[in-house]
């Protein structure tokens, strides 16, 4: 009984959200070729929610409404549709068919299934926006000492009130406004918690867009202010005051007393308070998590310690994870061991340990000295040249030798953020819709350039895990993903391939300039060649879909 309430659990989990997603989005599809089909005098014969087998039917008038045995697609079903021979078709029903409407009509049937893809997108992301979005607040993460930020008089942790004085609400309007103003001085109005509001004056830089797939080549941007800011995730140093108490490598600091901590910079806490209740986060080898209280009683100091005199410091150097059978592997490093140096230079950030390997000469193994347990070691490791997906979507062949470090950055603070009326949530969700066109279309453009690997595209799998994915992480995140399918629907209909929307809006541009229509072989064969692209283009993006995800390679 319990393993077949599991596998109803399952079945649940991934199959329901792919379906919900997946018909919803070709239903509007389909809905918009029909309902400009009837309001052109076609009579529609099929409307129909997947393919093969009828499982579900009624008939209304002249048309049969059904849901197929296959949930991915649909179809209209035209009278007049596939006809070639205009003759074939008796005179009184020729005020119906589908081949006898001017070509004008048919742009319009056919352009109606993806621009009501467009349309839905922009639906969902105004709804979003009127029912209040969760997002980055408008927070500044970090400041680099001594940079142009600070100088302006900006500081970590400021929120930002108002750029120009136009009110700011979110992160992604404080990067807009900083857009809007590059190469300029900008007032910026900023706040710290329990401070009053100060006014500062900062040069806002144009540098390079790090979205390749954005329309905009670049943004505005203050130098100094840091995207993220160091979390709570600590390495312990041993026989230190800090793991006399119980505080070890890897654990993260959620509470010092009943306060929340939530950068590096919270940690000084520990020592301006003689005795601590510490409330850590533990995660073992087998990623299970627990929650455990420290008591931290300060030991006596002459002077204010620092967080490292305790035993505390990043753990940017140390290991989270090592790649069974890779080098790192194979040398036998382990989790939490610390990079000291290689070939006898000192390592002080994580860049440094990636630059290092990255520029190994194929020559001499590497010599890595670690720190075990307090112990120093000495490591001999070779690196190999793998293949990696950068963010950009770009595969990258480096060398590497199959280590991960712990992340320790700090989550931003998030606000939910709602217009205020229809109108302007109406106008930002038109606005993410034609920013994520906008992106999308690039992506197949980098993709024909080359600069994006073809492995980043997805299939049924793919948009199966996305969904499941954004069902559990709730509502916004399910209706975000329906309205970024939407557009990708809206696009990929778009492409001048037979068989697709836009082949045949393609065609009918022929036709208009031609004056007539192009004969039917010509029609099969141009059917044939599209048929052919689109089966290569799902076989291509299944078999990417099993090797990510089934052999996760």
Known sequence: ??????????????????????????????????????????????FSLGFGKKILSFKKGYTTYCIS?????????????????????????????????????????VFAGPLMNFLFAIFIFGFIAYSGEETRSARISEVTPGSIAETAGLKSQDLVLAVNNQPVRSYEEFQNALTASQNEAAQIQV???????????????????PNIFAGKKTIG????????????????????????????????ITKIDDRKVQSWNDLNRLVQNPTSNITVQRTSADDKKETL??????????????????????????????????PAAKAELLRHDKIVSIN???????????????????????????????????????PQVTSQMTFQGKEDKRYTIGIMPMANISQPELVTVAESNIFSAA????????????????????????????????????????????????????????????????????????????????FYAIEIVKGSPLSGRKLEIAHQIGFALLMGLMVLALFNDFTKFIFKT
């Open 191 to 209: 706040q710290q918690d329990g401070e009053q509001p100060r006014t500062v004056t900062a040069q806002v830089a144009s540098v390079d867009n």
């Open 69 to 109: 045995i296959v949930p991915l697609g649909g179809y209209v079903k035209m009278f007049g549709e596939q006809s070639t021979d205009a003759t074939a078709i008796a005179p009184e029903d020729r005020a119906v068919s589908y081949s006898h409407k001017t070509v004008w009509q048919r742009i319009a049937i």
């Open 221 to 252: 941007s203050i130098t100094g202010i840091l995207p993220y800011t160091k979390g709570t995730l600590v390495a312990v140093q041993p026989d230190s005051q800090a793991f006399k108490a119980g505080l070890r490598t890897g654990d993260e």
């Open 1 to 46: 009984m319990n393993q077949l309430i599991s596998l109803f659990g399952s079945l649940y989990s991934n199959v329901v959200p792919f379906v919900i997603l997946l018909g919803i989005l070709v239903f509007i599809h389909e809905l918009g070729h029909f309902l400009v089909a009837l309001a052109c005098g076609v009579r529609v014969e099929v």
């Open 427 to 506: 106008n930002k969700g038109f606005n993410r819709s034609w920013d994520i066109s906008v992106m999308t279309v690039m992506s197949f453009v980098r993709l024909f350039q080359g600069e994006v690997s073809h492995k980043n595209i997805g299939g049924m799998i793919s948009i199966g895990k996305a969904a499941k994915d954004s069902y559990a992480m709730g509502l916004q995140s399910f209706l975000m993903t329906m309205g970024i399918l939407s557009i990708s629907l809206f696009i990929l209909n778009l492409l001048p391939v037979p068989v697709l929307d836009g082949g045949h809006l393609v």
């Open 344 to 382: 006898g230079q000192p390592m002080v950030a994580w860049e440094n340990v990636l630059n290092t390997i990255k520029s190994y000469d194929g020559k001499e193994a590497l010599e890595f000295k670690i720190v075990r347990d307090g112990t120093e070691m000495v490591k001999k490791i070779t």
């Open 293 to 326: 209280q420290v008591q931290y009683a300060l030991p006596a100091f002459k002077t204010t310690p620092s967080l490292a005199e305790l035993g505390l410091e990043s753990p940017e150097l140390y290991l989270e994870q090592v790649v069974p059978d890779s």
